[in-house]
Nanobody, 119 residues
């Protein structure tokens, strides 16, 4: 089994910053991609950012230039540095890990961490 656990959410004022962390653990041969998605109340889950094992990144249009994703492959960690936060960034942020097992690849999700941007 694989566990994916997020941390670092909280309440921040508009214009502020937060750093989210995500750790994957368990029966992992390797992780081909990790990413962050978010879901605001009444809206569909959307892409925030992804990063491959080689370091290639992809960002949602609404966060480009403000958020930065990074990862530590050796420790199966992924981070999301969020700057210039806006009220519309308020959402539950979910970590996703694409894991290589012996006979298959499979995606795993964390339980989410709440980010609230409000004055």
């Amino acid at each position: 089994q694989v566990q994916v656990v997020e941390s670092g959410g909280g309440l921040v004022q508009p214009g502020g910053s937060l750093r989210l962390s995500c750790a994957a653990s368990g029966r992992i041969i390797s992780i081909y991609a990790m990413g962050w998605y978010r879901q605001a109340p009444g809206k569909q889950r959307e892409l925030v950012a992804t990063i491959s094992s080689g370091g290639s990144t992809n960002y949602g249009d609404s966060v480009k230039g403000r958020f930065t994703i990074s990862r530590d492959n050796a420790k199966n960690l992924v981070y999301l540095q969020m700057n210039s936060l806006k009220p519309e960034d308020t959402a539950v942020y979910y970590c996703n890990a694409g894991v290589v097992h012996l006979l298959e690849t499979r995606e795993y999700w964390g339980q989410g961490t709440q980010v609230t941007v409000s004055s």
